[in-house]
């Protein structure tokens, strides 16, 4: 009898074991585990222009609703041509007033933009302000760093040091143990193994289009951020 205890024990343990594993497979963010818990969770996308113009935000606000219905409405608080100083002057008004569960930023591309004159070390110093605001207001707030693709021909010409920008982003991320999604391996590997196929997904060479979003990028969100594969809106049936 004690030995079929010890057996049923050991086998609730091996169950509990088992499911704490699913759970952390299927949920490797807060914000999925908050999803998936059935929370609202509202998310700000906040950076460039390749945020505010970006397909890849409707792509991931799309792919959200299929997966989790209304509970993940995305905002996307991003503007052209901004870098990290817009984003820490304007930073109450677009994101900390409309209250997030989870926060997505990436500003590097533009910091690196020579006319704007930001240094690595003063591009940090804001990407530090803009988190340590956002923490302060929304201490359960979930803050993801992105890195994006490599510029080419002259917008690489005006940002000669992107690399040094992604790499600090990657660096913060790492100190202060935030989630990053590391969007410019990808992209590099694309470019330098088939530079025509880059120029068809990032045709100005620095912005890439719907296809390049829906091809790179919003995938990579998906699977780092929620698990998986992207869901895709059932077809309708005939």
């Known amino acids: 009898m004690n030995r079929a205890l010890r057996l049923l024990s050991a086998s609730v343990v091996l169950l509990a074991a088992g499911a704490l594993a699913a759970a952390e497979v299927a949920a490797p963010t807060k914000l999925a585990a908050n999803l998936a818990a059935g929370k609202k969770q509202t998310i700000i996308t906040y950076g460039t222009s390749l945020t505010a113009g970006g397909a890849w935000v409707a792509q991931l606000a799309q792919a959200l609703k299929v997966r989790y219905g209304e509970r993940a409405p995305v905002i996307n608080s991003g503007r052209g041509a901004m870098w990290s100083k ?37 591009a940090k110093a804001n990407l530090e302000n803009m988190i340590d605001r956002i923490l302060k207001a929304r201490p359960d707030c979930q803050i993801i760093l992105m890195t994006m693709n490599p510029p080419i021909n ?3 010409e005006r940002r000669p040091k992107i690399e040094e920008y992604y790499q600090m982003y990657r660096d913060v991320a790492a100190a202060r143990k935030l989630h990053l999604v590391d969007h410019h391996p990808a992209w590099k590997a694309i470019l330098d193994k088939d530079a025509e196929r ?38 309708d049936a005939k």
């Open 154 to 156: 002259v917008h690489l």
């Open 86 to 122: 817009w984003g820490v002057d304007n930073l109450d008004q677009r994101v900390i007033q409309k209250s997030p569960d989870a926060v997505i930023i990436e500003f590097a591309i533009n910091d690196a933009f020579q006319a704007y004159k930001t240094s690595v070390a003063e």
């Open 198 to 235: 880059f120029k068809k997904l990032v045709p100005d060479g620095i912005h890439p289009n719907a296809a390049g979003c829906s091809e790179v990028i919003t995938p990579a969100i998906w699977k780092s951020v929620f698990g998986g594969e992207l869901p895709q809106p059932k077809k």
